[in-house]
Every structure is written in C-alpha cells, then in structure tokens.
C-alpha cells in the first residue's frame, strides 16, 4: 500500500520560514518524481513545486519562484520544501503528491500527472 505522509507545517509569523517534509512508502526502492500542491480556503488546488525522480529537474509555481525551494533526499523517495520569505497569502493546507507513471514537465502543474497524494499538512503565515 503506498502512503504518502507530510510533516513541518505550522503557524509562522509573516517573513518567516518553514520546512516541508514528505515520504513516500510501499514503493520499493524505485524512485519517482514528486511535488507540492496547496489549497487555501475557497481556492482550487494550486501547483507548487515538483522535483524529477533524481532530482535533476525543479518546476515551480509563479507565485513562489524564488521563494521557495524543492529537494529530496539522495535515496528512496522523501522530499523537502524549504519556504522562506513566506507571506499571509501562502496560508494554505500543503499536500504531496507523487507520480509513478511517466513524468513529463509539461504536465508537472496539473494535478492528473500525479497519482498518489497525502493527506495535507497546513500551513498558517501570520500578518
């Protein structure tokens, strides 16, 4: 069964950071491409940041280019995203999501090119 479980989010006072963790698990030692997605309240769900199986490769979102930053560890599948400068509008519940099938970037921003997700972890930015 594969699972995917986040950890990091919390409260944060504007300006601030916070950092994101992600792993995957029931997935052998095979590694996959892996990104970020967050839903604030009354929003659709928006694309973050995601990370090729190796790690070669990083899309972000326009609203957190230079902001935030993807990584993964060197072995299995655990992903990180460090956030800084982190403002009120980047309150949102932060899922991961996982793709095992064949990963292209240009589909990385749509939530169809990802077949497993978490549950969320939320995210709140203090003004």
């Known amino acids: 069964q594969v699972q995917l479980v986040e950890s990091g989010g919390g409260l944060v006072q504007a300006g601030g950071s916070l950092r994101l963790s992600c792993t995957a698990s029931?997935?052998?030692?095979?590694?996959?491409?892996m990104g970020w997605f967050r839903q604030a309240p009354g929003k659709e769900r928006e694309f973050v940041a995601v990370i090729s199986r190796i790690g070669v490769t990083t899309v972000y979102g326009d609203s957190v280019k230079g902001r935030f930053t993807i990584s993964r560890a060197n072995a299995g599948n655990t992903v990180f995203l460090q956030m800084n400068t982190l403002k009120p509008e980047d309150t949102a519940v932060y899922y991961c999501?996982?793709?095992?099938?064949?990963?292209?970037?240009?589909?990385?921003?749509?939530?169809?090119?990802?077949?497993?997700w978490g549950q969320g972890t939320q995210v709140t930015v203090s003004s």
């Open positions: 999501a996982l793709n095992s099938l064949i990963f292209e970037v240009s589909s990385a921003a749509s939530e169809s090119a990802y077949d497993y």
């Open positions: 029931g997935l052998g030692e095979r590694r996959y491409a």
